[in-house]
């Protein structure tokens, strides 16, 4: 089961914040998503907007931060394992929408640099907190290079896309490595939630990417060493889709679908989440 391009354009209801609804319309050229209308650049904070933006406010009350933390743990010995596994002894990471700082608090001590972009001022008063200084805008580093960049579930955030995937590319070192975790609308859990499919968060997800796209707006300067699956994912998003679908969280029903997601992309390799790899030659 998977959505299709007839299944578009698709209304989809804003559920953290706002209450309003977008559309979803398919560009067939690229293979993607693009919420419309999209917000202007101006008042799109707004819509993070919500103590239950959890990786803008670290919040641990109810079920939902809770096991979202719990998986992070976890996900963190995965993701600095993963960079360990495609650039050894790599000196200078950045990561790209960094929120609280997390991901470069736990991995400090293993980079001699390391530097992290957030917009969210609150954010970035949080993960100050941590020890982590953040950086407001891609602007503040542009005079730097660096062995690894990454963003993890943040290019789907960006207002200027292609633009933006232009200026990571220049930041990275000649045989340095970019990592990017985005949604795949092509995964079971998408195809079943359709429009209360969690991972859509419009607004605020302006941009919604399948292995085409991905490959369409990289340029071939880079070279796509992996993509990996992100397995938790399914279970996640499946949980916040059953509560925007019925509103409550059915976390049974939820660990079955996430669980299906996961068979059937065993098969087809359309997980949830996915990671992508590339590398810059020397």
Excluded at 237 to 259: D, P, T
């Amino acid at each position: 089961m998977q959505l299709k391009q007839e299944n578009f354009p698709l209304t989809v209801k804003d559920h953290l914040v706002s209450n309003e609804e977008f559309t979803l319309d398919f560009d067939a050229e690229k293979e993607m998503l693009l919420t419309k209308p999209q917000p202007e650049a101006s008042k799109l904070s707004q819509y993070y907007e919500s103590d239950q933006y959890i990786s803008h406010t670290d919040n641990k009350k109810g079920l939902v931060p809770f096991l979202y933390h719990v998986v992070k743990k976890r996900s963190l010995k995965k993701k600095l394992g993963l960079i360990n596994s495609l650039k050894k002894n790599a000196k200078s990471i950045l990561d790209i929408g960094a929120g609280t700082g997390a991901f470069l608090s736990f991995i400090k001590s293993d980079f001699r640099y390391v530097t992290g972009i957030e917009p969210n001022q609150k954010a970035r008063e949080l993960a100050q907190e941590k020890g982590i200084s953040l950086e407001q805008d891609l602007n503040d580093v542009r005079d730097k290079l660096f062995d690894v960049i990454t963003m993890w579930h943040v290019l789907e955030h960006v207002p200027n896309l292609e633009e933006t995937i232009r200026d990571v590319e220049a930041l990275l070192k000649p045989n340095g490595i970019l990592i990017i975790a985005v949604p795949n609308f092509y995964s079971f859990d998408a195809a079943y939630y359709k429009n209360f499919w969690a991972a859509f968060d419009v607004p605020r997800h302006l941009w919604h990417f399948s292995k085409a796209s991905m490959n369409k707006l990289f340029s071939d300067k880079l070279s796509l060493l992996k993509i990996s699956p992100m397995v938790f994912d399914s279970f996640y998003v499946s949980m916040l889709s059953e509560k925007n679908k019925s509103g409550k969280l059915n976390l049974l029903k939820a660990f079955f679908v996430g669980l299906r997601s996961n068979i059937y992309a065993l098969f087809t390799k359309e997980y949830s989440s996915l990671i992508y790899c590339y590398q810059k030659p020397e």
